[in-house]
């Protein structure tokens, strides 16, 4: 049995990456990255209470996730943009699956603890990754990404796949990956 030391659980990554349009010339590539955590509060910190305080300040202090208020959905849209020698980015950052959040100063605690948290992610050791049964059973299919059901796009392989979006080496990959693009946003921010 796994123990939950850092008052995130069922954790749960995945990235979606395709070509919009692709000619000689001309590039458009979207990445889409989903991390899916369940916060908490236990007598290792107050995770929930920390993150919906910094989402209470924020310009998006209604984005909870209403199905399941401890759940927090991070999506990471990144649309390349390659026209001749020219390359231009343009991230995305989606709360539970609301409104975007932008990168602007009332915004930049929450932003801050969001990277935190990636990076804790990141940096977790294996055995403190815990999913629960329940979660498993319940929510993960529709839990990672929004409004997709990943028992339908998994079909039969929907077992192995969902526990493989949810191991530790996926989701720390993932977490790591999504820190280095907040990273990069913010260094354009602040410069």
Do not use: W
Request: charged share 30%.
């Amino acid at each position: 049995m796994n123990i939950n030391f850092t008052g995130i659980q069922n954790i749960g990554y995945k990235v979606q990456d395709y070509q919009v349009e692709n000619s000689r010339t001309y590039k458009q590539k979207c990445d889409e990255h989903f991390i899916n955590l369940q916060l908490t509060n236990d007598e290792n910190g107050n995770d929930l209470t920390e993150f919906k305080n910094k989402l209470a300040t924020s310009d998006i202090a209604s984005n909870i996730n209403y199905n399941h208020p401890d759940y927090l959905n991070i999506i990471f849209s990144k649309e390349t943009i390659i026209d001749y020698d020219d390359k231009s980015t343009d991230l995305n950052i989606i709360i539970n699956d609301e409104d975007e959040l932008e990168v602007n100063d009332r915004n930049l605690p929450l932003l801050s603890h969001i990277a935190k948290l990636l990076t804790r992610i990141s940096q977790s050791d294996d055995d403190q990754f815990m999913i629960t049964k329940e979660y498993l059973e319940n929510d993960a299919a529709t839990a990672i990404i929004p409004g997709e059901n990943l028992e339908d796009e998994y079909g039969n392989d929907y077992f192995y796949k969902i526990v493989q979006d949810h191991s530790p080496k996926t989701v720390k990959q993932g977490a790591t990956k999504m820190s280095e693009i907040l990273t990069e946003r913010m260094i354009d921010y602040f410069s």
